[in-house]
């Protein structure tokens, strides 16, 4: 092979085949690039250049190369977006940029072409004085590198780093471009979408009139004739036996409840020792991770969760979206940030999955994102487990805790919401282990940057239980969702089932359960079962990992299927055979009692995260059976409101014009800008980003970076 490479230097480059043996070798295409001889002449003047002042800050005046490099730099750079003074952004002005010599040919240092994209790949390092032409001899010794990187220097001094960044400028602005075309279709997209007022009125009142008719015709009848209930009625009656019905339905009861105890939490992350003055970016996983925190009017509580999150992360990778439909913050959740050093976006649009979708355009430059909600302290442990996103994994959630204020265990009311989180995390570590969890949690996950953009993308846009449709998203992509089981993330929840005695909490700030689910959590139950089915029918992206993803989601259309049926086979069943049924409930509350203390005992012991024995048995489980009471009544209620909801056409996130539009801006900014603000050392820098609602709504834009209008911030200590 040396020798091979001795002959290919001693031949001129003009006379060397355009496909070399080296390429047939699996070696760097780099060594089939021909360099016409008239540019190698050209190369070669820079060869007179005194070596002895390569470092000094004066260089040499303009040559052809130069000239070339500048004509070529006019005519590549393009204009993508020339109505500056109509608002789309403001556009610095760029200073020329120096050049510097090029390298000789002759240079013993061998230059890898990846890292020409670098500035500073293209400054000349330290040289001998002496000029020592290669021989065939040294060729060998260098097993063909010489070669390779000669070629290599040529190229760089033939475009110089005006050019090349120029290129760089263009792959930027075809981004840009790319964005801008999602814009054109969501502007598009958003007056298709829109209804008039009366077919919105009409969809309205002819859907509540489909449901009376239903409900009359369907499950009445009477006198016309007998409906639904009545055969049902019927049939428990006559020909089904009660006994067979309830066995076959709590044996699948038992199943899903029972089935997780089989595997254990992870083992606790050791606590972090770092000395004095310690880089966090030497955490592993820190450093290709951003930590994303949507959050609306969180003045009062996001100083927590930032003095949580900058133990782990450093200023840089953590961005603050707060959000609201409002061209200007809507609180002083920057002035809070601003000592921290973090970047503070503010989107115009009150939509949390609208600020993930801007914080993960935000944070373009890393690999993976971690999403967590403004009330969610992070513990000084915290295992960042980006390498488990591997594979077909797009997604790991991690397990929770409810805790009141100030970390405390709260009310029981929260103490059995801690033990009800702990408890889903478990199934849903067994399903990530047998296929894929249904969802992470939406307090917090974490997510591969490139694989949630295309979720997004997929996302239906409902800003309610979208973490819900994040999961069914991911899973319809071919990603599988696992859990991190090692911590409990604290999380803030509401005191109370019905009544509370004030006071405020973080994210939508419901104060009881019964509006946190009544209202919100369970009014996609039953839009969901469509989903679901489609997805059990239609979806096989994940292969193998299928099979166990779907016992998962067939569990969720088995549990609503439950809970639309309640109300007419639970009231018939004690009809019929009342005695039978009120032994059948008590051993169904016993049958959970036993699967909660087990897992209290045994594997939260292990964590040391026991739940009181006075909220296990005294409060847990009348808790539970008023949350299903709960349930039931929610997904009638929803099925009524879907007539209002539906009225309305809702975009996805990337048909949403408002969205898109903030995320087109933050993908303006001139580069320039952005290495002078990378390069700056002040206190506050800034990349400013205009507010769509300003200009929707015809208000005067201005700088909002003086006046706090739209900002996205970092304030560098």
Request: aromatic share 12%; with cysteine.
């Amino acid at each position: 092979m040396s020798q091979q490479h001795a002959q290919s230097r001693a031949t001129p480059l003009e006379h060397q085949p355009s496909v070399s043996r080296s390429r047939q070798q699996g070696q760097s295409v780099v060594e089939d690039v021909v360099i016409p001889e008239h540019l190698l002449r050209m190369a070669s003047v820079r060869r007179s250049w005194n070596l002895d002042h390569r470092g000094s800050s004066t260089y040499a005046a303009d040559g052809p190369v130069q000239n070339i490099a500048q004509a070529q730099t006019q005519r590549l750079r393009p204009n993508l977006f020339r109505a500056a003074s109509t608002g789309w952004y403001n556009r610095t002005t760029r200073a020329q940029p120096q050049r510097r010599p090029s390298q000789p040919t002759t240079r013993r240092e061998v230059t890898s072409l990846s890292s020409t994209s670098s500035h500073e790949s293209f400054r000349p390092k330290p040289q001998p004085a002496t000029h020592r032409p290669e021989s065939a001899t040294q060729a060998e010794g260098s097993d063909g590198l010489q070669r390779r990187g000669t070629i290599t220097r040529v190229v760089t001094a033939v475009i110089p780093a005006a050019v090349q960044q120029t290129a760089q400028e263009v792959v930027q602005n075809v981004r840009r471009s790319s964005m801008y075309d999602v814009y054109e279709k969501a502007k598009q997209r958003g007056t298709e979408l829109q209804r008039k007022q009366w077919v919105q009125y009409l969809f309205e009142y002819a859907f509540y009139t489909f449901l009376i008719i239903f409900i009359y015709l369907v499950l009445v009848g009477l006198p016309l004739w007998k409906g639904a209930v009545y055969w049902l009625w019927w049939v428990v009656q006559n020909k089904f036996v009660i006994e067979g019905g309830y066995a076959i339905t709590i044996g699948l009861a038992a199943l899903y409840a029972f089935s997780p105890l089989l595997v254990l939490f992870e083992k606790d992350p050791p606590m972090p020792n770092h000395p004095e003055g310690y880089d966090l970016m030497q955490t592993p996983g820190v450093a290709n991770t951003a930590l994303l925190i949507p959050c609306y009017k969180s003045a009062g509580l996001i100083a927590k969760t930032l003095e949580a999150a900058v133990k782990i992360f450093p200023p840089q990778n953590i961005f603050v979206i707060a959000n609201g439909n409002s061209p200007t913050p809507l609180d002083n959740t920057e002035e809070v940030c601003r000592p921290y050093g973090v970047n503070h976006v503010w989107s115009p649009v009150g939509s949390k999955i609208v600020a993930q979708f801007v914080g993960a355009y935000a944070a373009k430059g890393f690999k993976d994102v971690l999403l967590i909600d403004d009330d969610c302290a992070l513990p000084p442990n915290f295992p960042i487990v980006s390498d488990r996103l591997t594979g077909k994994v797009q997604c790991i959630g991690y397990t929770i805790k409810s805790v009141g204020p100030e970390s405390s265990k709260g009310t029981f009311c929260q103490q059995a919401q801690d033990l009800e989180y702990k408890i889903s995390g478990l199934q849903r570590a067994l399903a990530g282990k047998i296929g894929s969890a249904t969802f992470p949690h939406g307090a917090i996950s974490l997510w591969d940057r490139e694989f949630l953009i295309k979720t997004f993308h997929d996302h239906p846009g409902f800003s309610v239980s979208e973490d819900w449709f994040f999961g069914h998203s991911c899973r319809r992509l071919g990603g599988r969702i696992k859990m991190c089981t090692s911590v409990f993330v604290e999380t803030e929840t509401p005191p109370a089932v019905f009544f509370s005695s004030g006071g405020s909490r973080g994210g939508f700030g419901e104060m009881t359960i019964f509006k946190q689910r009544f209202m919100r959590w369970n009014f996609f139950f039953v839009n969901g079962m469509w989903y679901d089915m489609a997805y059990i029918l239609t979806s096989w992206n994940l292969g193998w990992w299928e099979i166990g993803a779907k016992l998962f989601v067939f569990q969720e259309v088995y549990e609503t299927l439950l809970y639309l049926l309640t109300p007419f086979v639970l009231p018939i069943s004690f009809i019929v055979r009342p005695s039978f049924c009120g032994y059948l409930l008590a051993s169904t509350v016993v049958l959970y009692l036993i699967n909660v203390v087990i897992f209290n005992e045994v594997h939260l012991r292990l964590k040391k995260e026991r739940v009181a024995w006075s909220v296990l048995i005294f409060y847990y489980m009348p808790y539970k059976i008023v949350l299903t009471f709960i349930n039931v009544a929610s997904c009638y209620w929803s099925l009524y409101k879907y007539a209002r909801y539906f009225a309305k056409r809702h975009p996805k996130v990337i048909e949403d014009e408002k969205a898109v539009e903030v995320v087109l801006r933050l993908e303006e900014r001139p580069e320039q800008q952005k290495q002078q603000q990378q390069q700056s050392t002040e206190l506050g820098r800034r990349l400013t980003v205009t507010a769509p609602v300003a200009a929707a709504a015809g208000v005067e834009e201005f700088d909002f970076a003086e006046k706090r209008k739209t900002s996205m911030a970092r304030s560098m200590v």
